[in-house]
């Protein structure tokens, strides 16, 4: 489970992240689906075994890239 308190950080961060990355965001539903729900609940379930069956679509985690391990517990250092 991860917490993080509802700040005003959080929501520039998400609009930022829209206006930047809007047509990515619309391209990975996924994606989308993380980005929000990390920047906009303040608990969120956190199922590692299923976050990272889900990220092995994208290029830095994916096996056969260099560091890719590495590349996934910096992500779920990032989360908690």
Known sequence: MLVSPYTEEKVTLLKVLEKTYARELEAEEL???FV???LTF???????AE???QMLKFEPFLESTKNSKTHLIELFR???
């Open 31 to 33: 994606l989308t689906k």
């Open 36 to 38: 929000r729900k990390f």
């Open 42 to 48: 303040e608990i969120c379930p956190f199922n590692e």
């Open 51 to 53: 976050v990272e069956q």
């Open 78 to 80: 990032q989360m908690i």
